[in-house]
């Protein structure tokens, strides 16, 4: 189970950092990827994150905002995003892959979360 917490509401320009808890699989032995998807978009890829943090891939479109990160002892990763942006408006949903490296495709992921909302108001 992947639960995401951490989504709210905030202004433009501020923070925020969201947290996907993992239960119930060994978390060390997936790579996780954020994903995110705005109303009457495509799910999309944010960021990802190797097994034992050994590699990360971030999307252009957040580059330099966003960092992910994980703690394998607390089976737990996290999404910090700065200087957010009202197109970063979006329910964001973590993924677990079986595989030592993030991948950009949903379709490479076992296991997702419900998602947990962010919007940006300008």
């Known amino acids: 189970q992947l639960v995401e917490s951490g989504g709210g509401l905030v202004q433009a320009g501020g923070s925020l950092t969201l947290s996907c808890a993992a239960s119930?699989?060994?978390?060390?032995?997936?790579?996780v990827g954020w994903f995110r998807q705005a109303p009457g978009k495509e799910r999309e890829f944010v960021a990802g994150?190797?097994?034992?943090?050994?590699?990360?891939d971030t999307a252009n479109s957040v580059k330099g905002r966003f960092t992910v990160s994980r703690d394998n002892s607390k089976n737990t990763a996290y999404l910090q995003m700065n200087s957010l942006k009202p197109e970063d408006t979006a329910v964001y949903f973590c993924?677990?892959?079986?595989?030592?490296?993030?991948?950009?495709?949903?379709?490479?992921?076992?296991?997702w979360g419900q998602g947990t909302r962010v919007t940006v108001s300008s």
């Open positions: 993924a677990l892959r079986t595989g030592s490296s993030p991948r950009p495709a949903t379709n490479h992921y076992d296991y």
């Open positions: 119930g699989r060994a978390f060390n032995l997936y790579a």
């Open positions: 994150i190797g097994r034992s943090s050994e590699n990360t």
